[in-house]
């Protein structure tokens, strides 16, 4: 059963505006990943945090995490074609439990 | 390095035959999980290994549904009597120990059953 639920389900910006999306989960969590897929690379593993972390940077991705309204988002600045993809959040140990996805698309 | 490979990357198979799909991790990896992901959706866990034993299979979805990994490197997803609702993409993901920590995925292996 999948656990995380993601917001919006698409996403359609310009090259160098900021991507915003939302994770929601149901379930008290350790740890929440975001994970990026596209046709050309497979998914990808982006960004680990957890649940007693608020907030993590990598690169031009900053994802929060709030475990009081069990919800994460992850923001992706100065965004560029390249970013064009489906991101999933993902919460478990190892039996990892994927929302749906939102599906990105950055126009040049 | 070389990243998890699956084989074969596109498998059509007729409703009631038997198939299997391989995943070759990433060297020394002890941790092993297969996925399954449909059409506009996200992957769906069905079996998680570490080293050579099943750690947790409650994703399998019936007893048509088995996986093996022997030697605690290369595993195979055995499916049996297979259906039409089992066409999907299975994914595999290896990571260096199990926990908390990132899953690196191949290809996967599309599966239509016709």
């Known amino acids: 059963s999948q656990q995380g639920e993601e917001d919006p389900q698409a996403l359609s910006i310009q090259e160098g505006e900021n991507a915003t999306m939302n994770c929601s989960y149901k379930t008290s969590i350790n740890n929440l990943q975001w994970y990026r897929q596209n046709s050309g690379r497979g998914l990808v593993h982006l960004i680990l945090?957890?649940?007693?972390?608020r907030e993590k940077h990598s690169g031009r991705l900053r994802v929060t995490l709030d475990t009081s309204k069990k919800s994460s988002s992850l923001l992706i600045t100065a965004s560029r074609a390249a970013d064009t993809a489906s991101y999933f959040c993902?919460?478990?140990?190892?039996?990892?439990?994927f929302g749906a996805g939102t599906r990105l698309t950055v126009k040049p | 390095g070389a990243g998890v490979s699956q084989t074969p990357s596109n498998k059509v198979t007729e409703k009631g035959k038997y198939v299997e799909l391989r995943c070759d991790p990433i060297?020394?990896?002890?941790?092993l999980y297969w996925y399954r992901q449909s059409l506009g959706q996200g992957p769906e866990f069905l079996i998680y290994?570490?080293?050579?034993?099943?750690?947790?299979d409650s994703g399998l979805p019936n007893d048509r549904f088995f996986a093996v990994r022997p030697e605690g490197s290369v595993s195979t997803l055995k499916i049996q009597r297979t259906e039409r609702g089992d066409s999907a993409v299975y994914l595999c993901?290896?990571?260096?120990?199990?926990?908390?920590?990132?899953?690196?995925f191949g290809p996967g292996t599309r599966l239509t059953v016709t």
């Open positions: 993901a290896s990571s260096l120990n199990p926990g908390p920590y990132e899953q690196y």
């Open positions: 945090i957890r649940s007693n972390e």
């Open positions: 290994f570490q080293g050579t034993g099943a750690a947790d």
């Open positions: 060297s020394g990896h002890t941790a």
């Open positions: 993902a919460t478990g140990i190892n039996d990892m439990r």
